[in-house]
């Protein structure tokens, strides 16, 4: 029996993230990269075979690829030409955790932005705003001087039952 004949993968199962517990972890080096990663990561639930299913969850999908695609364009801003950072996406029972790992020596401001934006506020902190409003949570880890890791949770919607 080869792989492609065996049952269908729960996307909701405790297993279903591409590369186990600790989720799928790669280097993107841009924007438009880590929105790939994010959709290869989140395979499982993009290939479900119930249609109502996968239509349940497109908008957690498109959160969590803006998220990624945010996040990750502020670290690789921040860390110059020619660098990168870590993204890790893990699909989970009713939400997807995104971590992008980089040099955001101004971090804590993403958390602590107003929730309305400032007359002239720029690009930037309209992102972060956009990224807060989707995230059911963020959170923000001191790694080593000057990088840190960002975690953000999107949550899922599911089809009514």
């Known amino acids: 029996m080869s792989p492609a004949d065996g049952p269908p993968i729960d996307p909701h199962s405790a297993d279903a993230s ?58 690789l801003t921040r860390s110059g030409p020619g660098s990168s950072c870590e993204l890790t996406c893990t699909l989970g029972r009713y939400e997807v955790t995104i971590s992008v790992t980089g040099p955001y020596e101004s971090a804590a401001r993403l958390l602590s932005y107003p929730l309305g934006l400032r007359p002239g506020a720029g690009l930037t902190e309209l992102r972060r705003r956009i990224v807060r409003q ?25 089809p009514a039952t």
């Open 18 to 75: 591409a590369d186990g517990p600790g989720g799928q972890t790669s280097r993107p080096s841009s924007a438009a990269h880590a929105r790939s990663e994010v959709e290869f990561a989140l395979h499982p639930l993009l290939c479900a075979p119930d249609a109502h299913f996968r239509s349940a969850h497109q908008g957690g999908v498109d959160d969590a690829l803006l998220v990624a695609s945010e996040l990750t364009s502020d670290a």
């Open 134 to 158: 989707i995230t059911a949570r963020i959170q923000i880890t001191r790694r080593t001087a000057g990088e840190r890791i960002i975690t953000a949770t999107v949550p899922l919607t599911g």
